[in-house]
């Protein structure tokens, strides 16, 4: 069984920071592109950040030079260190895995999800 299990989100004061964490399990994901979305209270879901096989990395705008993922190909393990958080940033993070094909950006091609982890930041 596949699964995606998501920890290190809570609250943080703005300015403040936190490390996401996403186990992967019941397969072999270091050859799939990893991605983290997140989503809003009445917001959809959108693209945060993803890394391919080989380390490329992608960011959304709203987080270059913020956040940083990376991944562990030994420990099946992708990260997210969220720096300089702000109350925008609000949201329930999830992690994802694409194993075939698809813009890196859109959650339909997506073929694993985490059950999320939510990210409150006070102002």
């Known amino acids: 069984q596949v699964q995606l299990v998501e920890s290190g989100g809570g609250l943080v004061q703005a300015g403040g920071s936190l490390r996401l964490s996403c186990v992967c399990s019941?397969?072999?994901?270091?050859?799939?592109?990893m991605g983290w979305f997140r989503q809003a209270p009445g917001k959809e879901r959108e693209f945060v950040a993803a890394?391919?096989?080989?380390?490329?990395?992608y960011y959304a705008d709203s987080v270059k030079g913020r956040f940083t993922i990376s991944r562990d190909n030994v420990k099946n393990t992708v990260y997210l260190q969220m720096n300089s958080l702000k109350p925008e940033d609000t949201a329930v993070y999830y992690c994802?895995?694409?194993?075939?094909?698809?813009?890196?950006?859109?959650?339909?091609?997506?073929?694993?999800w985490g059950q999320g982890t939510p990210v409150t930041v006070s102002s």
């Open positions: 019941g397969r072999t994901f270091s050859s799939d592109l």
């Open positions: 890394i391919s096989w080989s380390r490329g990395t």
């Open positions: 994802a895995a694409r194993t075939l094909s698809g813009s890196y950006y859109l959650p339909r091609n997506y073929d694993y």
